[in-house]
């Protein structure tokens, strides 16, 4: 008997725990019409439920041997049911594509973007990045169609916003910071940007009063995340200025994904279209890859690594620039002879681990290794003549030089090398309480840095070697006699070895909530930075900084759909290299943070036109900055005076409308004024080198209604003119001109073979996902923009001719690009 009652015991505890085993999984990853990762889509079954993740990756259990009805829902798409009868044990695949909600398309565009518009980011689709290719070899090409960002060089990834210079931007990928290459110092060098499109998932970007949480730079935030494949697939683009190929897979258990992509650039077309005759023989390259391994739901390893090899020949032959007036036309002939050969090769990688201790906490530690080589050497001679032009109609010898008002020559020389490692080990978090949200991190960074720098300069006019006028002993050749000894116009020589040593890091808080009827955002945090520089002969010196910002967001229960912010701080920028090396090359480890006392004020308004979603954005912008660093321009190089003798403030607005102004295209206008002025050592304010008063951009979208496969883009920029730097050694204060406007329009065309909408069961298309014909046309209209000035002066009047360097014509490109 007791025999039997143990039995039934036994029985009644197992039985139900066989029940309960009866299951089986299901898992997948939720997309929508774009073919891109849905994050927070509910999946139900019955009292059974969870939500896919930031890859749109879900996985749920269900009860086995019975139909069971599963559920996904999302604010912005339409539902989708589906039924699953699985065995014991089963597990399956299912991987559904949401629609948008037809209904709901005004919420989509607002609710969608809703956390990035409270923190003033605005966010790019990689399906705009991967459609706009333009001269410009990443996405760069689209942000100098949005306000505050200005880029007057066709030829260079650089961009400056709202009053900074190059080095004052941020650009992480995967919550990693990347570098780019130190001597670069003119756009054709340039090769390729870090950021590979065709890797891209989300394009974050920032154009000032960013959180605590990004890092310490004056301008903006650059925040690109690269996907995390969920099925096999491979890309390939071929252009006139090069190729793409890359290719993405994941495991049949979906634990370990991989990412890659091979760029090749060629800038010649480009270059040769220049009015500068050359053998140029340029190869740019990289090799990149994101992989990603999940051991277990709670803990992921990524990594991150890039090498990019450079490698720039130049050999300038002739060059005739027309400039001055109708009245008073002059030309500049120059017979060139020697050639530069530069090359910049870097080694990128970064290990990021993710630690998801619960819903509410999770821990990241990144360490990362940069590693960049570099060398700049050429000879090259110059022989010039300024003359005037015949401008007679008619004339056999019309454009011809007829008289020459200033001869001479310019032997430049450079042996310059640098190698600089940076290693970086950050600690991560960010732990979720009821609506609010806390953030931190503690980094370590060393920077060693090796540099040579062997640069000289002569200049001969009218047969007389030019001394610098720095010297006591300034010739005055050919008015009067000069016995003293032969000097270089310009000589820099110096042998760095620096380490920096910086711990930075940061604490901030965030909240969501309700005010009365009205949303709320608050933001609050603290970034430290504590830097030390020492090295071979350089004096040890630490210094610190504090750096407090913060944000709030409101967004009101109107019948207008609403959104205001304001943020602001106290930003600083600790010095890097660069900007402790003076013009002499000297290190002057003393140099000071550049400091920024920044507020933005900003709105978003969010309606509908013609049933279709728009939305306008404002932002007001003033900065007060102290212990400026100034600095001079010449193309894309930035000569520091490493010197903290400036006050410098920049205010301006910020418009952008975006949205549908064809249907099923997003487009948007931009609209952006800047003053931006400093003081240098106390004799008044003058324009800054970045002083870009007015800009309009414009990027525009459109089909053919009849042929919708036959698309257009309309890339427009129109930027005034900038302050054209002035000649060596001289005062800055005497040379305000400034260049001329800056006006580009890039057209281009392409017919759709095959896409998602139009796809093929046979013959030779069929082997496609996408396949697309393209044309373009970089600078439509033709207009002669330039970069920077070239500095002649005239032997009889002794006045110097600033001889504009003009960037590209117009040019043809053809373009290939297909999806498998």
Not at 54 to 83: C, M, Q, S, W
Not at 758 to 772: A, D, Q
Request: charged share 20%; proline share 4%.
């Amino acid at each position: 008997m007791k025999q039997a009652k143990v039995l039934i015991i036994i029985l009644l505890i197992v039985a139900p725990m066989l029940v309960v085993s009866q299951t089986g999984t299901i898992r997948g990853v939720i997309l929508d019409e774009s073919n891109l990762p849905l994050e927070n889509v509910n999946v139900s079954a019955g009292e059974l439920g969870t939500q896919s993740n930031e890859n749109g990756f879900y996985t749920i259990r269900i009860p086995a041997k019975e139909d069971v009805n599963l559920e996904f829902t999302h604010l912005a798409h339409e539902r989708i049911t589906a039924t699953f009868n699985l065995k014991n044990g089963e597990e399956i695949e299912f991987n559904p594509v949401m629609k948008i909600s037809i209904e709901q398309i005004g919420t989509v565009v607002i609710s969608g973007n809703q956390r990035k518009a409270v923190e003033g980011i605005t966010t790019i689709t990689p399906e705009i990045i991967r459609t706009i290719k333009g001269a410009q070899p990443g996405v760069e090409n689209i942000l100098k169609t949005l306000p505050g960002v200005n880029i007057t060089n066709e030829l260079s990834t650089q961009y400056t916003v709202r009053g900074g210079n190059f080095d004052e931007n941020l650009v992480y990928v995967n919550e990693i910071q990347v570098y780019r290459p130190f001597l670069v110092r003119s756009g054709q060098q340039e090769g390729l940007s870090f950021v590979n499109t065709d890797l891209v998932q989300n394009v974050d970007f920032s154009a000032g009063g960013f959180q605590a949480k990004y890092g310490d730079k004056l301008s903006s935030v650059l925040d690109i995340t690269y996907r995390n494949p969920f099925r096999f697939g491979a890309s390939a683009n071929l252009s006139l200025l090069g190729g793409s190929i890359s290719v993405e897979s994941i495991s049949k258990d979906s634990r370990f994904s991989a990412i890659g992509g091979i760029r090749y650039r060629d800038n010649s077309l480009l270059v040769n279209a220049k009015e500068t005759e050359t053998n140029y023989d340029p190869k740019f390259a990289d090799a990149q890859t994101y992989l990603n391994y999940k051991f277990s739901d709670k803990f992921h390893l990524g990594f991150l690594g890039n090498i990019s090899i450079n490698k720039y020949n130049y050999e300038p032959q002739t060059r005739q620039t027309n400039f001055g007036t109708l009245d008073n036309p002059l030309a500049l002939l120059v017979f060139y002879d020697g050639q530069e050969q530069d090359q910049y090769n870097t080694y990128f990688g970064a290990l990021k681990a993710n630690y998801f201790v619960n819903e509410d906490l999770t821990l990241k530690l990144i360490a990362s290794g940069y590693h960049t080589i570099e060398e700049e050497y050429f000879d090259i001679l110059a022989q010039y003549r300024l003359g005037e032009v015949n401008s007679n109609i008619g004339d056999e010898n019309l454009g011809e030089v007829e008289f020459s008002e200033g001869i001479g020559g310019q032997l430049s020389h450079a042996r310059n090398d640098l190698d600089a490692l940076i290693a970086n080990i950050e600690h991560k978090g960010d732990y979720k309480l009821d609506d609010s949200t806390i953030e931190w991190s503690v980094k370590y960074t060393h920077e060693d840095i090796r540099d040579r720098i062997i640069e000289w300069e002569v200049i001969d006019s009218a047969g007389f070697s030019i001394n610098p006028p720095t010297i006591d002993n300034f010739n005055n050749q050919p008015y009067e006699p000069y016995e003293g000894p032969l000097v270089a116009f310009n000589n820099v020589r110096a042998t760095n070895s620096v380490q920096i040593d910086r711990i930075s890091g940061y604490a901030q808080w965030s909240k969501r909530t309700e005010l009365g009827n009205s949303e709320v955002f608050y933001n609050a945090g603290l970034r430290v930075h504590n830097w030390t520089v020492s090295g071979d002969g350089i004096e040890k010196v630490s210094q610190s900084v504090f750096s407090p910002r913060a944000q709030f967001a409101i967004k009101p229960e109107w019948d207008k759909d609403m959104l205001f912010r304001i943020a602001g701080g106290l930003y600083y920028q600790p010095p890097f290299y660069r900007e402790l090396r003076d013009s002499l090359g000297t290190v002057q480890p003393n140099v000071k943070a550049q400091k920024s006392i920044h507020v933005v004020l900003g709105n978003e308004y969010s309606f509908n036109i013609w049933e279709r979603p728009f939305k306008l954005v404002s932002e007001a912008y003033y900065k007060k900055l102290t212990d400026v660093n100034p600095y001079t321009i010449e193309n894309v190089r930035i000569r520091y005076r490493a010197r903290n003798n400036a006050e410098a403030y920049a205010y301006g607005l910020d418009l952008r409308l975006n949205g549908e102004f064809v249907p099923g295209t997003e487009s948007w206008f931009s609209f952006g004024y800047l003053k931006t002025e400093e003081n240098i050592d106390g004799q008044g304010n003058i324009a800054r080198p970045t002083d870009q008063r007015l800009k309009f951009g414009v990027l525009f979208q459109d089909y053919v209604p009849n042929i919708p496969d036959l698309k257009m883009y309309l890339n427009l920029v129109y930027n005034t003119g900038v302050p054209g730097g002035s000649p060596s050694y001289a005062d800055p204060y005497d040379f305000q001109n400034r260049l001329p406007d800056y006006k580009r329009a890039d057209l281009g065309i392409s017919y759709v073979l095959v896409d998602r909408k139009k796809t093929y069961v046979s013959g030779w298309k069929s082997k496609f996902k996408e396949l697309t014909l393209g044309f373009e046309i970089f600078n439509m209209f033709d207009v002669q923009n330039s970069i920077t000035n070239t500095w002649v002066r005239d032997v009889y009047s002794k006045r110097q001719y600033a001889i504009p360097n003009y960037l590209t014509p117009r040019v043809f490109n053809v373009r290939v690009g297909m999806r498998f």
